[in-house]
Nanobody
Framework: VQLVESGGGLVQAGGSLRLSCAAS????????MGWYRQAPGKQRELVAL????????NYASSVKGRFTISRDNTKNTMYLQMNSLKPEDTAVYYC?????????WGQGTQVTVSS
């Protein structure tokens, strides 16, 4: 499984961005997908998860109500809609997929929120 993120950038506080994660390879075997982020000097943390059919989602408390995770299996793509962005959301955002008991990661996309 290969994962490629896109959609990061610089935005002012209160603004919005939509991240995309395009999956290729053995996508039929992907069970759970998620978004993680890592800010400078901090550990990587979970942002949101979504099951294979998209029926179940889970969010970190810090983003609940502001971020929405979704996936389009016809396009093998997962999304993260981020609204009401805050400077503390600044981080590199990584796409993650669980497939066949293994975790796969994308290369990351930078999100910077200015105050």
């Amino acid at each position: 499984v290969q994962l490629v993120e896109s959609g990061g950038g610089l935005v002012q506080a209160g603004g919005s961005l939509r991240l995309s994660c395009a999956a290729s390879g053995s996508t039929f075997s992907i069970e759970v997908m998620g978004w993680y982020r890592q800010a400078p000097g901090k550990q990587r943390e979970l942002v949101a998860l979504i099951t294979s059919g998209g029926s179940s989602t889970n969010y970190a408390s810090s983003v609940k109500g502001r971020f929405t995770i979704s996936r389009d299996n016809t396009k093998n793509t997962m999304y993260l809609q981020m609204n009401s962005l805050k400077p503390e959301d600044t981080a590199v955002y990584y796409c993650n997929a669980l497939s066949g008991g293994k975790f796969y990661w994308g290369q990351g996309t930078q999100v910077t929120v200015s105050s």
